[in-house]
């Protein structure tokens, strides 16, 4: 696995990726959610925040991080890449070269407070 700097050009890859994340991981999430957030990110939050992508040997991207004022503002991981280590490599890639030292979790997302706990993050605060 390697990590780039992502283009415009890879953009829809993404948009995918992170579609089929969002469907896996974030239950709290409904169709019509999705449907209007998904423009938005394939818009303007791509564009907002410093994009980095994990690429396997084919070239093809298994997961992105964005990250904005040192906040993860984005982590997803294709579906068939998951509990691979790709977000683990994504995300201390972000803390060494993209100077992230916080994010935001939904309490609605288990799995996403326990893997960034479990890399060192601890909670700080709570809004609603």
């Not at 019509?32 to 998904?38: D, V």
């Not at 396997?56 to 579906?79: Q, R, T, Y």
């Not at 288990?110 to 700080?124: M, Q, R, T």
Request: overall charge negative.
């Amino acid at each position: 696995m390697k990590i780039d700097i992502t283009t415009k050009s890879e953009y829809l890859e993404l948009i995918e990726i992170w579609e089929s994340s969002v469907r896996a991981t974030h239950d709290f999430l409904s169709d019509g959610n999705i449907s209007s957030l998904k423009p938005l990110i394939l818009e303007h939050y791509f564009d907002a925040v410093d994009l980095r992508v994990a690429k396997n040997d084919n070239n093809k991207i298994a997961g992105f991080i964005g990250v904005s004022d040192c906040n993860v503002e984005m982590l997803f991981i294709s579906p068939d890449n998951r509990n691979m280590g790709i977000g683990s490599l994504l995300l201390k890639n972000a803390i060494e070269n993209q100077s992230a030292n916080k994010v935001d979790v939904n309490e609605q997302n288990p799995d996403a407070i326990g893997f960034y706990k479990h890399l060192g993050f601890s909670v700080i605060g709570r809004s609603p």
